[in-house]
Every structure is written in structure tokens, then in C-alpha cells.
């Protein structure tokens, strides 16, 4: 079986692959859901205080007491077992992982060997060196490890030496050129400009002075420690250099006083001048592409008091002659006040926040009131880095504090929620008001596709959330979104243990293989399908509980029974695993449906009974959506309580992966429909022939389908919901598109032949790779036939001649199958379609309980394809391919359509066709060319030949007259019809190639045009439809737009409630005396409005995480030809 990593599912995207280098293919994600992970540049101080011990006061309560430059009682014993860490040793474990066994030694005078020579022989306090540094001797807990995989580290460590690069380290005369003195002690590796100062003054006499961060230059052979954050697709290999470097005692050793206001106006040119940061100021060049919604943060970790600045007791600058403009802001010191210099790389949009950890800090000094001056200079700092902030420092005391703090600081990156779904909706009834239900995800901040092991990985979160409309009097009362409107919460805060529940196979081989319930259970023995239909690798299977006592270690490929429950417990989310706050998994394609009791009648007495009696009347009313934890989840819509959650058996063995892994598993929107399961032509229905039959695919998680009985999903809650049927097949592809539930009648060859109306789900083929793109000329039987142009009766569109090849039957296919067992009744296979049978399948008619006799679905080369099952001899089923959407096109050019055609009737009851294309996972395809079509079928039933004619057609891309867009555009999310106006949302990129500026990913565009109706001043020769946004009754426009970096998905048509205002009426009647009565005293109108859910970077609103696209429309004029279908999903 395939395990789909989601990383790899979305190779193609253009994302900057270096500082320096061209936008290229990646193995990336889509745009909203790329990764930007933050700059987090790592100000480490180190002065020669962090050879100390921590909680150790060096100075007591008399300043003037001479302990000795090293203060050898805070040193740390390196002769003892374990050995005592210093402050260094505990930021280093902080930063880079704690050390597995811990030595040291103490070089008391720094002199010799690597001293020689260097910045720090012959320094007072000793270097305490540490033994084993490798990798092999760390934990991967240190923070750079730890987020290695999410964030753009950079390492600064302190300069602390005020001359310039090769430098005497006492004061020279300066000219206007850095100097550069050839002998003696280098100047350490001085960054950033230099900054003058007149020490005592001295008339005209200046001195240049550089301290504060080392540079990353090569100056006599060695290099300073400056490690900018790495390239797009080099962060973690520089993440991991800084996590080996600063634990190298040959990179860095800590030394000398604590030059902050140096360092942080390094950073500050660093920020501004540094290509690893920097804006881009030509496309492809050097520069972040990213800068302008990339967050960047600083973090300094600091153990003392600012002395390196020229203002410390020694050198008072602050005394000295005021310097003009040479001096910043007219000052006498060569450096601002660290907080001033904050404050600016904030205004300045340089940096996000600044954060000041201080580290040990309340034992470092001796007097209360230096410690409490020198706490007031790093909370002075900590205010300017993070102005709307509680303005202090944070202060850790340990390795453990200090982890912590630094994890929670880059937490603070996290994102916000994407989606790709279209929302459910429950219309008021039975006391409850119009509720609404968006799905999404949190992609980052959560967690990131880590190695094994890692102990970063966190999944992504699912979010679920509900919004509220009562009627307050007469208007619509939208209600905040609060904790018991978000269902992952309710879930989060569960305190009793889930319902999950699982199918396991008697032979466990066989958890990926087709699999039979009970269902036939429910059927006489006459209405049970036998040979030639097929049998299931495994019949006769049940729902079980997700527990350790009915699932072994084997069926989850499972270490050990230890592993099986670890597995079992991540998945359910214990307290102890890292599920635990957030026990939904990622909601990415599969959008929520809405099922409650059937609300009304139709033209069958057993359904009324059916809905009428329990358990369908009393049932509540469920939201079902699938997550990318493998789980299919049903909601109690009132309650937001989980009622209970299925796993299908096909993911039994990819379980365990998810614990590091971000795969693809259970993807796929839920389709639910009430169908009878069987009966024959001359018998009648009972209440009891019926169910509400739920079907799920998997998407790109899996190659099959799964089947539950959902009549009772309070009864699910002791014993599992009623498993049906897992349908998979040799030639199945990904199961990408929606299967149609319908009802048909045929001869059952298992039965002599006696027709019978059934329950049958028709499910596409399914998604395959295209390898070897090579060109074709189809088969006569997949050639369409000419269309004719309703604009130009004489004139005609001619599919093309060729297309591309796909060798392989994979996804071929369309798969006739019963509702009830599962077993294949019809193949249509690919000595039908040339290719495979992606997109969703829509049937006609589409009433329930009413046998329907064609279906339509179009193939991956854009090709629509006419399912004709009218006749009852099951021989006789085929498909015929009636449009080609790229006619005119290359062979190569063709485009996807993933969601189902939409289906109308025209005033001749004549079928109308609507379809879009586009690819909702290549959002990025620069190069795509899309359309979207209106169709007219006529269909001769005795020559059982169907003809087309093309209403219009809208081309998106560039051109003349504002109905095209450009080159990439493509629909996003199903379309939607109303009052004879076809509503949909495309998506247009942007061309990386041509920006500096990364950050925007493209725009959405909301249409509406008429259905039917074409502008004929546009043929050429087919014509482009009418416009039927209407934004007042004088401006009808064809779209809205652009909506800048939102992906707006599909449509949906939504009633506002009708509220009314009543009033107490009394009333006299001669015959039955006085008596009073409700009556309306006011009402209002209701409206329809067009819903869709936003993903990018549209925001929430009201409380909800999920942002919303709403548009009210006009009302309908009364026509005799107008329907409208439950909340005016589907009107025309």
C-alpha cells in the first residue's frame, strides 16, 4: 500500500530556493498552506560570566570587596562526578540539545593551543571546556534542533572588543576609512559600521570603535561566529551548523564584557543589508522574496547588565562632549540606548518582536539596586521589542525554564486556519435556529513533517466550527463564535474516553482489501446478490471498538503490544501523547455534511413512515466530516460532543507513521444520501427497506471507498456504526472524486434475471499518475462527436484529434456497486475511457427513491463522458464521451475537473450541463489553461444516441473585453445555480518570476453568469455567457474580484431564516365565545445569499477561525419554471 506523505503531494509549487537563486519547482506546499517559516536571529551573550555557575552571587553586598577577576567560588567543579555545568553549558543544552553524559575541564589562564594568538589568551576568567560535544553525546531537545524543521534560525555572539577589524585593542586615531593595523591582538571580527568616539574629548580627535557582533568574514585564516539564517531550502542544514558551532569551543568561547547596544546596532544593519533577510530588489535576485510577510524575531539571552556600551562606571559617555551629527541622534556616545535602538528596528518594520530572556539573572549581582537597575535596562528593551506586549523581560532560572521560554517565544509563528471545503448548513426547524459549519486546518505552528522520531512533530489541527443565526424579532441574530460553536475544542476538553471504532479482518492481509458487512442482513434471501457478482476478499465483517482488547499489534503493524497501545492512545489522544489538544486532525479537502431526520414527505407512503418512527425521527441532528487522521467523525450538531469516530480498516497499518509523519489518510467529503436497498419490480416498499447510506472516499489517502448505515448514529454510540462495505479494485486510482448514490433497475443475473430496483453507488476511478507524456489519437469510442453551437446553428466544435496517453488502467474505470454488500454489479473499464475517471459523478434524475438512468462525469483529459444505464440488461450499460472542454487546444494542454458537473433542465426539460476545470492542488500552475462550459443534451432514446450543443463558453485566460483572466485561472470548489444564474470562484496566481515580492500567492474572483443564456455579440465562434452578478438592478456585472490573496472555494446558495414577530390576539365568535390566538404582527422578507469558506490569508470574523465569502442576491421574480431544492442548493 502507498503511504502519501501531504509534503510530497504538492510538488510544483515555484518557492525561493535560496537567497540568492531563481524561483524553482519544489517539493512545497500550496500557497496558503506554504511554509514561511520566521527568522529567529539568536543574540547570545557571551561574556566571560557565563563561565559562572548559575545561582552563584560573585560580588557580596560591599562592591568594593575583591574576589579576583576569575571569582573562582563561582566556577564550576569540573573534578567532581557528574561535573558541575556552568551558564554556558545550560544555554548551550538550551540551544542545542542536553548532553547525554557531561565532563569538563577548566583552562585556568587561556593560554597555548587554540589560545595563542586568539581574541581571549591570557583572559582573567578561566575557559571551562566541555568534554563530549558531538552530535552523538546530544539530545535533539535543544531548540535549534527541536525547530529546526519550522524555523530560520541566525547565531550572533558578542564582539567584545571596541577596535576595529586587525586593530590595536586600545584607542587609535580614526580617519573616515575603517582601520586596519597589522600587528597585535585582532580586533575580533567587527560587523556593521564603525561608530566614532572623542574618549575625554581631545579637540578634533576621534576614534573609531566596533563592537558588539562578530562578522561571518574570514579575516587571518579564522572567521567570526555570525551564521545568517539559512535559504529556503537550506534552514535546516544551517540550523543544525548552528547547533554543532556554538558547542564548538573553536567557534565560540565565551569571554569579556556584554556589548549590547553594539549588538543589537549590528543587528540592525544586519537586518537592513543582510540578502538573508533584506528585501529583494530585483525578481530572482538577491534578497528575501519573503520579507514582506515573513515574521522575524530576535530573542536576546543575556545573564548581565549592558556594560560593553561606553556607559558603564569605567568609560561615562554619557559625560563626555556632545559630538553633533556624527554621533547618533547629536549624543556623546558612539551607540544609542539598547531600548532606542528597538524601538527603531520596530518602527522600521525590521523585526517583529524582540524578546529578552534573562538568564540566572537575579544572582549575578550583589546589590539589590544594580540588580534591580540593570533588570530595568532589560525590561526597557524587552518594552521596545514588543510594544503592545506586557513590557519585561523574561526571566529563566535553568535549562528547563530557559527551553521553555524560548519555546513558547517561537510558538508565537503559528498561523492561521486554511480550507479548501464548502460549508453545511442546517435549516431552522424543530426549535433550532440556521446554523452553519466551516471546516479547515492550522498547517503550521502545530507541527511539521519531521524525521522519525522527532520530537518536534506535532499533527496539524482540524478546526470545526459552528456559527448561529436565531431571529431576534423580526432580523437575523448572528451569534459570536465561542468554545461551544468550535467543535475541536469541545473535543480537546472531552474528559470521558472517545468512541472510536474500527473494522478488523479475520485475516489481517486483508485490511486494504475489499470487504462485506452485515448488511445483506437486512435483505430477504431472494434480494441478496450471489455469483456472478463477485464476492469480497472477506465478508461478514463488524464494527469493533478502537481498542487495545480488539485490535492486536499484527493489525497495526505494531513493535509490540507496548507500541500497539501507544499507537492506540496518539490516536485517540490521551492526555500523554501530543494529540491532546488536538485530538481533530486536519480538515483539508473533506468538506462537512449535514444530516438530519428528513424534514418532508415525498411520493413514497414507506419513506413518509420511515422518516416518521424511529430511530429516524428522533435522531439527532449530525454534522460527518473525514480528517487526515484517518478518521471519519460524526458530530452531534447541538452538543459539539463527538458521538463516535470510524477508522477504516484500509488505514490499519499507516497508524502507527502518523505519529511523524503528516500523511494523507481520510480526505474525502462525505456523501450521504436516503436510498432503499432493494426490491423487486412487482413488490412494494416498507419503512424498514430503507436506509441513510454514507459513502466516503479517500482521496489522494487511499485507493478505495468505505460504506456505513447512518440510520442511527445515536445507536453507533454502544457498537459502532453499521459497517457496510470497503470497495477497492486493481485498476482503482486515488479516490478522488464524489460518488453518486442513486437508485436503479436492472436484471439480477444472480436471480434469474428479475428486475429489481436497487440501491447503487456509482463510483469513479479515480486519480492516477501521468508518466511518459506522450500523444494519442483515442479510440473511436472515446472520440465525442461534433457539438453544435447554439449561437451558430451551422456551425460546429470538433473535439480534438489527439491526446495524451495513459498507459496504465489505473483510475479507468467507473464502478457500478451495490449499496448494501458492496459487490460490483458493473465495470465500465478502460477499453472505454482513455483516461482516467477523476472528477465526481452527478446522476439524473436525482430524486430520492426515483430511479435514475445517466450520469455524468468527466475524465482527467477534460473529456465529458454520458453514463447510460437506462436499460435493465446490465450488458447493455456503457458511456459515451459527448464534449471535449479543450477542443482546439494541444493534445498536452488539458485540465482537471475535479468536482461534479452540475446538472439542470432548460424550459424543454432538455438536461443543461455546467462544468468547470481546475486543479485545487496546483493552484500554483502558472501555465494552466482552464474553461468553464454550458452544455444543452439532447438524447435520442430509441438510438440511444445523445447530441450536444454548446450553450457558451468562458475561456480564462488572457484576452480582450474583461470576461477572461490570466493564463492560470481556475475554478476553485463546485458551482452553484440559482434563479437561472451558474455561480463559481476561480483562482489566479501569481507569476513568481516577475515579482520581488513572494509573499502575494495570487487572487480569487467570484462569478455569476446566466446558465443558459449566451451573448451572441461574443461568438467567435462560441459565445461567452451573460453576466448575472447582480450588484444593482443597473450594474450587472460577470464577476467580483479581485479578492487578493483568498482562495474563495465553490458556491454555495443559502435562505436567511424567515423571521417573524408575533402578537397576542383576542377574538369573539357568536358560536364558541372569546378566546385569543397568536398572530403576526410584523415579518420580514427572507433573502438568499451565496456562502463560500476563504482559505489564504482571509481572516475570520465574529469569533470564527474559518474566514467567509457571502454575497446576498436578488430576489426571484415569480416563473412558473423556478424550483428550489432544500436551501435553495440547487434552483433553476
Same mark, same amino acid.
Given at each position: 500500500?502507498?503511504?502519501?506523505?501531504?509534503?510530497?503531494?504538492?510538488?510544483?509549487?515555484?518557492?525561493?530556493?535560496?537567497?540568492?537563486?531563481?524561483?524553482?519547482?519544489a517539493?512545497?506546499?500550496?500557497?496558503?498552506?506554504?511554509?514561511?517559516?520566521?527568522?529567529v536571529?539568536?543574540?547570545?551573550?557571551t561574556s566571560?560570566?557565563?563561565?559562572?555557575?548559575?545561582?552563584?552571587?560573585?560580588?557580596?553586598?560591599?562592591?568594593?570587596a575583591? %574576589?579576583?577577576?576569575?571569582?573562582?567560588?563561582?566556577?564550576?567543579n569540573?573534578?567532581i562526578?557528574?561535573?558541575?555545568r556552568?551558564?554556558?553549558a545550560?544555554?548551550?543544552?538550551?540551544?542545542?540539545?542536553?548532553?547525554?553524559s557531561?565532563?569538563c575541564?577548566e583552562?585556568? $589562564?587561556?593560554?597555548?593551543?587554540? /589560545?595563542?594568538?586568539?581574541?581571549?589568551e591570557?583572559?582573567? @576568567?578561566?575557559f571551562?571546556?566541555i568534554?563530549?560535544?558531538?552530535?552523538?553525546n546530544?539530545r535533539n531537545?535543544? @531548540?535549534?534542533?527541536v525547530?529546526?524543521?519550522?524555523?530560520?534560525?541566525?547565531l550572533?555572539?558578542?564582539? !567584545?572588543?571596541?577596535?576595529?577589524?586587525?586593530?590595536?585593542?586600545?584607542?587609535?586615531?580614526?580617519?573616515?576609512?575603517p582601520?586596519a593595523?597589522?600587528?597585535?591582538?585582532?580586533?575580533?571580527?567587527?560587523?556593521?559600521?564603525n561608530?566614532?568616539y572623542?574618549?575625554?574629548?581631545?579637540?578634533?580627535?576621534?576614534?573609531?570603535?566596533?563592537?558588539? *557582533?562578530?562578522?561571518?568574514?574570514?579575516?587571518g585564516?579564522?572567521r567570526?561566529?555570525?551564521?545568517?539564517?539559512g535559504?529556503?531550502?537550506?534552514?535546516?542544514?544551517?540550523?543544525?551548523?548552528?547547533?554543532?558551532?556554538?558547542?564548538?569551543?573553536?567557534?565560540?568561547?565565551?569571554?569579556?564584557?556584554?556589548?549590547?547596544?553594539?549588538?543589537?546596532q549590528? %543587528?540592525?544593519?544586519?537586518?537592513?543589508?543582510?540578502?538573508?533577510?533584506?528585501p529583494?530588489?530585483?525578481a530572482?535576485?538577491?534578497?528575501?522574496?519573503?520579507?514582506?510577510?515573513?515574521?522575524?524575531y530576535?530573542?536576546?539571552?543575556?545573564?548581565g547588565?549592558?556594560?560593553?556600551?561606553?556607559r558603564?562606571?569605567?568609560?561615562?559617555?554619557?559625560?563626555?562632549?556632545r559630538?553633533?551629527?556624527?554621533?547618533?541622534?547629536?549624543?556623546?556616545?558612539?551607540y544609542?540606548?539598547p531600548?532606542?535602538?528597538v524601538?527603531?528596528?520596530i518602527?522600521d518594520?525590521?523585526?517583529?518582536?524582540?524578546?529578552v530572556?534573562g538568564?540566572d539573572?537575579?544572582?549575578l549581582?550583589?546589590?539589590?539596586s544594580?540588580a534591580?537597575?540593570?533588570?530595568?535596562?532589560?525590561?526597557d528593551?524587552?518594552?521596545?521589542?514588543?510594544?503592545?506586549?506586557?513590557?519585561l523581560?523574561?526571566?529563566?532560572?535553568?535549562?528547563?525554564?530557559?527551553?521553555l521560554?524560548?519555546?513558547?517565544?517561537?510558538?508565537?509563528?503559528?498561523?492561521?486556519?486554511?480550507?479548501r471545503?464548502?460549508?453545511?448548513?442546517?435549516?431552522?426547524?424543530?426549535?433550532?435556529?440556521?446554523?452553519? /459549519?466551516?471546516?479547515?486546518?492550522?498547517?503550521?505552528?502545530?507541527?511539521?513533517?519531521?524525521?522519525?522520531?522527532?520530537?518536534t512533530?506535532r499533527p496539524?489541527?482540524g478546526?470545526?466550527?459552528?456559527?448561529?443565526?436565531?431571529?431576534?424579532?423580526?432580523?437575523v441574530?448572528?451569534?459570536p463564535? #465561542?468554545?461551544?460553536?468550535?467543535?475541536q475544542v469541545?473535543l480537546?476538553?472531552?474528559?470521558?474516553r472517545?468512541?472510536?471504532?474500527?473494522?478488523?479482518p479475520?485475516?489481517?492481509?486483508?485490511?486494504?482489501?475489499?470487504?462485506?458487512?452485515?448488511?445483506?442482513?437486512?435483505?430477504?434471501?431472494?434480494?441478496?446478490?450471489?455469483?456472478?457478482?463477485?464476492?469480497?476478499?472477506?465478508s461478514?465483517?463488524? +464494527?469493533?471498538?478502537?481498542?487495545?482488547?480488539?485490535?492486536?499489534?499484527a493489525a497495526?503493524?505494531?513493535?509490540?503490544?507496548?507500541d500497539? #497501545?501507544?499507537?492506540?492512545?496518539?490516536?485517540?489522544?490521551?492526555?500523554?501523547?501530543?494529540?491532546?489538544d488536538?485530538?481533530?486532525?486536519?480538515?483539508y479537502?473533506?468538506?462537512?455534511?449535514?444530516?438530519?431526520?428528513?424534514l418532508? #414527505?415525498?411520493?413514497?407512503q414507506?419513506?413518509?413512515?420511515y422518516?416518521?418512527?424511529?430511530?429516524?425521527?428522533?435522531?439527532?441532528?449530525v454534522v460527518y466530516?473525514?480528517?487526515?487522521?484517518? @478518521?471519519?467523525?460524526?458530530f452531534?450538531a447541538?452538543?459539539?460532543?463527538?458521538?463516535w469516530?470510524?477508522?477504516?480498516?484500509?488505514?490499519?497499518?499507516? %497508524?502507527?507513521?502518523l505519529?511523524?509523519?503528516?500523511?494523507?489518510?481520510?480526505?474525502?467529503?462525505?456523501?450521504?444520501q436516503?436510498?432503499?436497498?432493494?426490491?423487486?419490480?412487482?413488490s412494494?416498499?416498507?419503512?424498514?427497506?430503507?436506509?441513510t447510506?454514507?459513502v466516503?472516499?479517500?482521496?489522494?489517502?487511499?485507493?478505495?471507498?468505505i460504506?456505513?448505515? !447512518?440510520?442511527?448514529?445515536n445507536?453507533?454510540?454502544?457498537?459502532g456504526?453499521?459497517?457496510?462495505?470497503?470497495?477497492?479494485d *486493481?485498476?482503482?486510482?486515488?479516490?478522488?472524486?464524489k460518488p453518486?448514490?442513486?437508485?436503479?433497475?436492472?436484471?439480477?443475473?444472480?436471480?434469474?434475471?428479475s428486475?429489481?430496483?436497487?440501491?447503487?453507488?456509482?463510483l469513479?476511478?479515480g486519480r492516477?499518475?501521468?508518466?511518459?507524456?506522450?500523444?494519442?489519437?483515442?479510440l473511436?469510442?472515446?472520440?465525442?462527436?461534433?457539438?453544435?453551437?447554439?449561437a +451558430?446553428?451551422?456551425?460546429?466544435?470538433?473535439p480534438?484529434a489527439?491526446r495524451q496517453?495513459w498507459?496504465?488502467?489505473?483510475?479507468?474505470?467507473?464502478?457500478?456497486v451495490? *449499496?448494501?454488500?458492496?459487490r460490483?454489479?458493473?465495470?465500465?473499464?478502460?477499453?472505454?475511457f482513455?483516461?482516467?475517471?477523476?472528477?465526481?459523478?452527478?446522476?439524473?434524475?436525482?430524486?430520492?427513491?426515483?430511479?435514475?438512468t445517466?450520469g455524468?462525469?468527466?475524465?482527467a483529459?477534460?473529456?465529458?463522458?454520458m453514463?447510460?444505464?437506462?436499460d435493465?440488461?446490465?450488458?447493455?450499460?456503457?458511456?459515451q464521451p459527448i464534449?471535449?472542454i479543450?477542443?482546439?487546444?494541444?493534445w498536452?494542454?488539458?485540465?482537471?475537473?475535479?468536482?461534479?458537473?452540475?446538472?439542470?433542465?432548460?424550459?424543454?426539460g432538455?438536461?443543461?450541463?455546467?462544468?468547470?476545470?481546475?486543479?485545487?492542488?496546483?493552484?500554483?500552475?502558472?501555465?494552466?489553461f482552464?474553461?468553464v462550459?454550458?452544455?444543452?443534451q439532447d438524447?435520442?432514446?430509441?438510438?440511444?444516441k445523445?447530441?450536444?450543443?454548446?450553450?457558451?463558453?468562458?475561456s480564462?485566460?488572457?484576452?480582450?473585453?474583461?470576461?477572461q483572466? +490570466?493564463?492560470?485561472?481556475?475554478?476553485?470548489?463546485?458551482?452553484?445555480?440559482?434563479?437561472?444564474?451558474?455561480?463559481?470562484a476561480?483562482?489566479?496566481? %501569481? #507569476?513568481?518570476?516577475?515579482?520581488?515580492?513572494?509573499?502575494?500567492?495570487g487572487?480569487?474572483?467570484?462569478w455569476?453568469?446566466?446558465?443558459?443564456?449566451?451573448?451572441?455579440?461574443?461568438?467567435?465562434?462560441?459565445?461567452?455567457?451573460?453576466?448575472?452578478?447582480?450588484?444593482?438592478?443597473? $450594474?450587472i456585472?460577470?464577476?467580483?474580484?479581485p479578492?487578493?490573496?483568498q482562495?474563495?472555494m465553490?458556491?454555495?446558495?443559502?435562505?436567511?431564516?424567515?423571521c417573524?414577530?408575533?402578537?397576542? !390576539?383576542?377574538v369573539?365568535?357568536p358560536?364558541?365565545? +372569546?378566546?385569543?390566538?397568536?398572530a403576526?404582527?410584523?415579518?420580514?422578507?427572507?433573502?438568499?445569499?451565496?456562502?463560500?469558506?476563504v482559505?489564504?490569508?482571509?481572516?475570520?470574523?465574529?469569533?470564527?477561525?474559518?474566514a467567509?465569502f457571502?454575497?446576498?442576491l436578488?430576489?426571484?421574480?415569480?416563473?412558473?419554471?423556478?424550483?428550489?431544492?432544500?436551501l435553495?442548493?440547487?434552483?433553476d
Amino acid at each position: 500500500m502507498t503511504r502519501n506523505l501531504i509534503s510530497s503531494a504538492f510538488a510544483g509549487l515555484a518557492l525561493l530556493t535560496g537567497a540568492l537563486a531563481l524561483p524553482a519547482p519544489a517539493a512545497a506546499q500550496p500557497p496558503d498552506v506554504r511554509e514561511i517559516p520566521p527568522v529567529v536571529m539568536l543574540l547570545v551573550d557571551t561574556s566571560g560570566s557565563m563561565m559562572r555557575k548559575p545561582k552563584c552571587v560573585c560580588r557580596p553586598d560591599n562592591p568594593t570587596a575583591d %574576589l579576583g577577576a576569575a571569582c573562582d567560588q563561582c566556577l564550576p567543579n569540573c573534578n567532581i562526578v557528574p561535573a558541575e555545568r556552568n551558564r554556558w553549558a545550560e544555554v548551550l543544552e538550551a540551544l542545542s540539545g542536553s548532553f547525554i553524559s557531561y565532563d569538563c575541564t577548566e583552562d585556568r $589562564n587561556r593560554t597555548g593551543g587554540q /589560545f595563542t594568538g586568539a581574541y581571549d589568551e591570557n583572559a582573567p @576568567i578561566p575557559f571551562i571546556r566541555i568534554g563530549a560535544t558531538s552530535p552523538a553525546n546530544r539530545r535533539n531537545d535543544g @531548540i535549534v534542533t527541536v525547530f529546526r524543521n519550522r524555523v530560520k534560525f541566525g547565531l550572533m555572539t558578542f564582539d !567584545v572588543v571596541n577596535t576595529t577589524v586587525g586593530a590595536l585593542p586600545q584607542p587609535v586615531l580614526s580617519t573616515a576609512l575603517p582601520l586596519a593595523v597589522a600587528q597585535g591582538k585582532s580586533g575580533m571580527f567587527s560587523y556593521g559600521p564603525n561608530a566614532i568616539y572623542q574618549f575625554g574629548g581631545g579637540g578634533n580627535q576621534t576614534y573609531a570603535i566596533n563592537n558588539g *557582533a562578530q562578522n561571518d568574514q574570514s579575516d587571518g585564516g579564522d572567521r567570526g561566529s555570525l551564521i545568517p539564517p539559512g535559504s529556503e531550502t537550506s534552514r535546516v542544514a544551517t540550523n543544525e551548523l548552528i547547533a554543532d558551532s556554538v558547542v564548538d569551543s573553536g567557534f565560540v568561547r565565551p569571554f569579556g564584557n556584554t556589548p549590547i547596544a553594539g549588538m543589537l546596532q549590528d %543587528l540592525d544593519y544586519f537586518m537592513r543589508n543582510d540578502p538573508s533577510v533584506a528585501p529583494q530588489v530585483s525578481a530572482g535576485g538577491p534578497g528575501d522574496g519573503f520579507n514582506q510577510c515573513r515574521a522575524r524575531y530576535a530573542i536576546l539571552i543575556t545573564d548581565g547588565f549592558p556594560n560593553g556600551d561606553l556607559r558603564d562606571r569605567q568609560i561615562d559617555c554619557t559625560s563626555g562632549p556632545r559630538g553633533g551629527a556624527s554621533y547618533p541622534d547629536g549624543g556623546s556616545c558612539p551607540y544609542n540606548l539598547p531600548d532606542q535602538i528597538v524601538a527603531k528596528m520596530i518602527q522600521d518594520k525590521l523585526l517583529t518582536k524582540l524578546f529578552v530572556v534573562g538568564f540566572d539573572f537575579g544572582t549575578l549581582f550583589g546589590t539589590s539596586s544594580e540588580a534591580a537597575s540593570a533588570g530595568q535596562v532589560l525590561n526597557d528593551i524587552a518594552a521596545a521589542g514588543d510594544p503592545n506586549g506586557p513590557g519585561l523581560a523574561i526571566f529563566a532560572e535553568n535549562t528547563n525554564d530557559l527551553q521553555l521560554t524560548l519555546t513558547n517565544i517561537i510558538d508565537e509563528a503559528a498561523p492561521g486556519t486554511t480550507t479548501r471545503t464548502v460549508p453545511g448548513w442546517f435549516p431552522p426547524s424543530d426549535g433550532h435556529p440556521q446554523e452553519r /459549519f466551516a471546516t479547515g486546518f492550522q498547517p503550521l505552528g502545530s507541527g511539521e513533517i519531521g524525521d522519525p522520531g522527532d520530537p518536534t512533530f506535532r499533527p496539524w489541527k482540524g478546526v470545526l466550527e459552528r456559527r448561529r443565526y436565531p431571529c431576534n424579532g423580526t432580523s437575523v441574530d448572528e451569534q459570536p463564535v #465561542d468554545d461551544t460553536d468550535r467543535f475541536q475544542v469541545v473535543l480537546n476538553n472531552r474528559a470521558a474516553r472517545r468512541k472510536l471504532f474500527t473494522v478488523v479482518p479475520t485475516v489481517l492481509a486483508n485490511s486494504d482489501k475489499q470487504l462485506q458487512g452485515v448488511g445483506d442482513a437486512a435483505l430477504v434471501a431472494a434480494l441478496r446478490l450471489g455469483s456472478p457478482y463477485a464476492a469480497p476478499t472477506e465478508s461478514n465483517v463488524s +464494527s469493533v471498538p478502537f481498542e487495545s482488547a480488539n485490535v492486536s499489534a499484527a493489525a497495526l503493524a505494531a513493535a509490540d503490544d507496548t507500541d500497539r #497501545d501507544n499507537i492506540i492512545a496518539w490516536i485517540h489522544g490521551d492526555a500523554t501523547t501530543p494529540r491532546a489538544d488536538r485530538r481533530l486532525g486536519s480538515i483539508y479537502h473533506s468538506s462537512p455534511r449535514t444530516v438530519s431526520r428528513p424534514l418532508d #414527505d415525498i411520493a413514497q407512503q414507506s419513506f413518509n413512515e420511515y422518516r416518521r418512527e424511529d430511530p429516524v425521527a428522533t435522531r439527532p441532528r449530525v454534522v460527518y466530516v473525514a480528517s487526515n487522521d484517518g @478518521i471519519l467523525h460524526a458530530f452531534d450538531a447541538d452538543t459539539g460532543e463527538e458521538l463516535w469516530g470510524f477508522i477504516p480498516p484500509y488505514f490499519l497499518t499507516q %497508524l502507527k507513521e502518523l505519529r511523524t509523519q503528516q500523511l494523507w489518510t481520510l480526505d474525502g467529503s462525505p456523501v450521504v444520501q436516503d436510498v432503499f436497498r432493494a426490491r423487486a419490480e412487482s413488490s412494494g416498499l416498507t419503512k424498514d427497506d430503507w436506509m441513510t447510506l454514507l459513502v466516503v472516499g479517500m482521496r489522494q489517502g487511499g485507493k478505495a471507498y468505505i460504506a456505513l448505515d !447512518v440510520t442511527d448514529p445515536n445507536g453507533a454510540k454502544a457498537n459502532g456504526p453499521k459497517f457496510l462495505w470497503q470497495f477497492t479494485d *486493481a485498476d482503482m486510482g486515488e479516490t478522488f472524486g464524489k460518488p453518486a448514490i442513486t437508485q436503479i433497475k436492472f436484471q439480477d443475473k444472480s436471480h434469474g434475471d428479475s428486475i429489481e430496483e436497487r440501491g447503487v453507488v456509482i463510483l469513479p476511478g479515480g486519480r492516477a499518475p501521468l508518466t511518459g507524456v506522450t500523444e494519442c489519437t483515442p479510440l473511436p469510442v472515446a472520440m465525442p462527436p461534433a457539438a453544435d453551437i447554439a449561437a +451558430s446553428p451551422s456551425s460546429t466544435v470538433a473535439p480534438r484529434a489527439t491526446r495524451q496517453c495513459w498507459p496504465s488502467a489505473t483510475g479507468r474505470a467507473v464502478y457500478f456497486v451495490d *449499496a448494501v454488500s458492496g459487490r460490483l454489479i458493473k465495470k465500465l473499464d478502460s477499453t472505454i475511457f482513455p483516461a482516467p475517471i477523476i472528477g465526481g459523478i452527478s446522476t439524473f434524475p436525482a430524486t430520492t427513491g426515483t430511479p435514475s438512468t445517466v450520469g455524468y462525469v468527466t475524465d482527467a483529459d477534460g473529456v465529458i463522458w454520458m453514463l447510460d444505464y437506462s436499460d435493465t440488461d446490465t450488458d447493455s450499460w456503457t458511456a459515451q464521451p459527448i464534449y471535449d472542454i479543450f477542443h482546439g487546444r494541444g493534445w498536452d494542454e488539458a485540465q482537471p475537473a475535479l468536482y461534479a458537473p452540475l446538472l439542470s433542465t432548460d424550459d424543454q426539460g432538455r438536461i443543461v450541463i455546467l462544468q468547470g476545470t481546475g486543479d485545487i492542488d496546483a493552484l500554483e500552475n502558472i501555465g494552466a489553461f482552464n474553461r468553464v462550459v454550458s452544455l444543452t443534451q439532447d438524447f435520442d432514446t430509441a438510438t440511444k444516441k445523445a447530441s450536444t450543443i454548446v450553450n457558451w463558453e468562458l475561456s480564462l485566460e488572457d484576452a480582450a473585453g474583461g470576461f477572461q483572466s +490570466s493564463t492560470g485561472e481556475q475554478v476553485t470548489g463546485p458551482l452553484e445555480i440559482f434563479n437561472g444564474t451558474v455561480y463559481f470562484a476561480t483562482f489566479r496566481p %501569481l #507569476d513568481v518570476t516577475t515579482t520581488t515580492n513572494l509573499c502575494n500567492f495570487g487572487s480569487s474572483y467570484f462569478w455569476g453568469v446566466k446558465y443558459l443564456d449566451y451573448d451572441s455579440s461574443t461568438a467567435n465562434p462560441i459565445p461567452q455567457p451573460k453576466p448575472g452578478l447582480v450588484i444593482t438592478s443597473s $450594474n450587472i456585472v460577470s464577476k467580483k474580484g479581485p479578492f487578493d490573496n483568498q482562495i474563495i472555494m465553490g458556491a454555495r446558495v443559502t435562505q436567511t431564516p424567515d423571521c417573524t414577530e408575533t402578537q397576542t !390576539v383576542s377574538v369573539t365568535d357568536p358560536y364558541i365565545g +372569546s378566546r385569543t390566538h397568536q398572530a403576526i404582527k410584523t415579518h420580514a422578507a427572507t433573502t438568499f445569499e451565496i456562502t463560500a469558506n476563504v482559505g489564504g490569508l482571509g481572516t475570520g470574523d465574529n469569533g470564527g477561525q474559518v474566514a467567509r465569502f457571502d454575497n446576498t442576491l436578488p430576489p426571484i421574480p415569480f416563473t412558473p419554471f423556478t424550483k428550489v431544492t432544500g436551501l435553495a442548493g440547487s434552483t433553476d
